[in-house]
C-alpha cells in the first residue's frame, strides 16, 4: 500500500515541477509590454499562399501563450485567385488578422493617435 502512495505521490510532484518550470521558463522569455511601442508582425503573402496557414498558425500560438504581444498584418504581395482564398478563408476563421494590398501596408503602420503612437 505505501508502494502505491510513494508511486503516486512521484507523479504528481513531477507534474508540478514540470508544470512550475514551465510558467517560470515562459515568465523569464516574456518581455515586459508596459510603455512599450506597438510590435507588428507583417507576413507578405505570395502566390497560392503556400505556407501562410502554418505561419499564421505558429504566430496566433505565440500570441495565445502570451509569449509575444503584436499585430498580426497580412500583406498582398501577389497573391493569385487561389491564394485569395486561402487567405479569405484564414481571414474569416481568425478575425483578429489584419489584411491590406502593399500599397498600403506602410499607410497602416505610419498611423498615429494623439499620443505619437501608431494605431490601427
Do not use: Y
Given at each position: 500500500?505505501?508502494?502505491?502512495?510513494?508511486?503516486?505521490?512521484?507523479?504528481?510532484?513531477?507534474?508540478?515541477?514540470?508544470?512550475?518550470?514551465?510558467?517560470?521558463?515562459?515568465?523569464?522569455?516574456?518581455?515586459?509590454?508596459?510603455?512599450?511601442?506597438?510590435?507588428?508582425?507583417?507576413?507578405?503573402?505570395?502566390?497560392?499562399?503556400?505556407?501562410?496557414?502554418?505561419?499564421?498558425?505558429?504566430?496566433?500560438?505565440?500570441?495565445?501563450?502570451?509569449?509575444?504581444?503584436?499585430?498580426?498584418?497580412?500583406?498582398?504581395?501577389?497573391?493569385?485567385?487561389?491564394?485569395?482564398?486561402?487567405?479569405?478563408?484564414?481571414?474569416?476563421?481568425?478575425p483578429t488578422l489584419l489584411f491590406c494590398?502593399?500599397?498600403?501596408?506602410?499607410?497602416?503602420?505610419?498611423?498615429?493617435?494623439?499620443?505619437?503612437?501608431?494605431?490601427?
Open positions: 500500500m505505501t508502494l502505491a502512495v510513494e508511486i503516486i505521490l512521484a507523479v504528481l510532484c513531477a507534474a508540478l515541477l514540470l508544470t512550475l518550470n514551465r510558467k517560470l521558463l515562459f515568465r523569464l522569455l516574456h518581455p515586459s509590454q508596459k510603455g512599450a511601442l506597438p510590435v507588428f508582425a507583417v507576413v507578405p503573402a505570395t502566390g497560392n499562399g503556400d505556407g501562410l496557414e502554418h505561419t499564421l498558425r505558429h504566430l496566433l500560438w505565440l500570441q495565445e501563450e502570451k509569449l509575444s504581444a503584436f499585430t498580426i498584418l497580412v500583406v498582398d504581395a501577389g497573391l493569385t485567385p487561389g491564394g485569395q482564398d486561402t487567405l479569405s478563408a484564414l481571414l474569416r476563421k481568425e494590398p502593399a500599397e498600403e501596408a506602410t499607410l497602416i503602420l505610419q498611423r498615429k493617435d494623439a499620443h505619437d503612437c501608431c494605431t490601427l
